[in-house]
């Protein structure tokens, strides 16, 4: 009898508690790759949740990296927070601002974009990507808590935060989401994850017939497996090692290979798009 090959592994065992510390993974995951910027998104204002690390702090980067100023709502991250506001503020010479919040709750959410307004005045992007997942081998082991919680975090927080911005909007601003492969394919151990992902596909398309007579663009990434702090502080050891390989690439992706695709949707070059998703994800077919 063949013998099935076990999971190549790729990265040490490293648990962390939630919400995860990039400064903390071993490697640390990539957010810049140091090329030039084009100033596709020049003095634009621009507000990303969860862009203290991971997809959000590469987003971050490359949105400053473009010419945008740049606000990063996140819950408690102080150091990673810092260490990316520190890049964009002294290597990229634009304003970052730092806003902690819990943005599972509505009333931080109003409070947050209170406090980027009175700085920033009005708000040309949205970047709704911060997101928890508890994965569980089975639906009976999913609390009312944890799945209550998933779906503040990864979906009401993305109408809270919207509804917040939308009077500082001018006609030309864009939202972008960002939901997953998840989405698309579901996973079995992410019940409550994949339907909050599958939720933000349907929010992103009906969201942009309902702004588009504003002229307000809606789209949204779905990427596959990416090395961020969600990894390390969510699954088993063993996930964690062999994260990624069994995409078609054999590897999973580095945020700053997500981050171009948020570039492209905020700039002018998707102009023509909206109610539309991006899918890095390492190759694999999702035909949506």
Known sequence: MQKSNPKKKIFPAQ???????????????????????????????????????????????AYAKEGADVAIIYLSEDKDAEETAEVIREKYKRECLLIPADISKEAACKTAVSKITRKFKHIDVL?????????????TEITTANLQKTFAVNVYSIFWLVKACLPYFKKGGCIINTSSVTAYRGSANLLDYSATKGAIVSLTRSLSANLISKGIRVNGVAPGPIWTPLIPSSFESKKVTSFGTETPMKRPGQPVEVAPSYVFLASDDSKYITGQFIHPNGGEIVNG
């Not at 995860?20 to 949740?49: H, Q, R, W």
């Not at 970047?127 to 639906?139: D, T």
């Open 15 to 61: 648990p962390q508690n939630r919400p995860g510390l990039e400064f903390k993974m071993k490697p640390e995951p990539v957010y810049d790759d140091l090329s030039p910027g084009a100033n596709k998104l020049a003095n634009k204002k621009c507000v990303i949740t969860g862009g203290d690390s991971g997809i959000g702090r590469a987003v971050a980067i």
């Open 127 to 139: 970047v709704n990507n911060a997101g928890v997942h508890y994965p569980e081998e089975s639906i």
